[in-house]
């Protein structure tokens, strides 16, 4: 069962719909991109799978989409409201910051100042479509805490052989995903199969690097 608040931000109300785990070792708290909300395939996987393991997830719906604007508003206010939303939380278990497209590039931004014990970047937009020397490259490289990349095989925003090798930020990629990490019907991989790998690669990061065994 998933409990919803609205909390104050500087731009605004922002939603925060929680789903606890019993007994949590760790909170992800999650946003999203800049042309949808919190209710996207890869986002509610994680919110359905990841409290059974001990891990609550929170997702958190930026001011602008709250308000009903159909676009976002600047990176800054983002950050801004992230950091809002994650101060208002003051969760005592370890806590990864993460998103989807523009919500991974604001965690990216904000996790060390959060003091997150973790980064996870889902379908990170590494550069806008078929621009890439518009690189964003600087974001993930100046996270500094464990980073999780969850990238689409097909992503025109960013695809994996396009990635540095960066200390600290670990590549996951989903065979024939898109920036949706959505799958064509003629890929070997199923969707339900693709949002799998999500979840899996997820939950084996976290333990791996930022909550440890149990």
């Not at 393991?53 to 950050?79: H, K």
């Not at 973790?118 to 937009?125: D, V």
């Not at 025109?156 to 995903?177: A, R, S």
Request: a positive charge; charged letters at 25%; aromatic letters at 4%.
């Amino acid at each position: 069962m998933s409990s919803k608040t609205r909390i104050d931000t500087p731009y605004g109300e922002g939603l925060l719909v929680t789903r606890r785990a019993r007994r949590p070792v760790a909170t992800v708290l999650l946003s999203h991109g800049a042309g949808n909300g919190i209710d996207t395939p890869d986002l509610l996987a994680l919110d359905k799978a990841l409290p059974p393991q001990g891990i609550s997830v929170v997702r958190f719906e930026q001011p602008w989409r709250v308000a009903g604007r159909r676009v976002a508003t600047a990176p800054n206010t983002l950050d801004v409201a992230l950091t809002a939303a994650a101060n208002w939380m003051r969760v005592r278990t370890p806590l990864v910051v993460g998103g989807r497209s523009a919500g991974a590039r604001s965690a990216a931004r904000t996790a060390r100042s959060l003091g997150a014990a973790g980064c996870l970047a889902i379908a990170f937009p590494l550069h806008p479509p078929g621009r890439p020397d518009s690189s964003r490259v600087e974001d993930l490289r100046n996270v500094r805490v464990p980073t999780l990349v969850v990238q689409g095989e097909k992503d025109p925003m960013g695809q994996p052989d396009e990635f540095p090798d960066l200390p600290g930020v670990d590549l996951t990629v989903i065979p024939g995903g898109d920036h949706s990490l959505r799958v064509g019907k003629r890929e070997a991989l199923s969707q339900d199969d693709a949002l799998a790998v999500l979840v899996e690669s997820t939950l084996e990061w976290l333990v791996r690097d930022v909550i440890g065994p149990r």
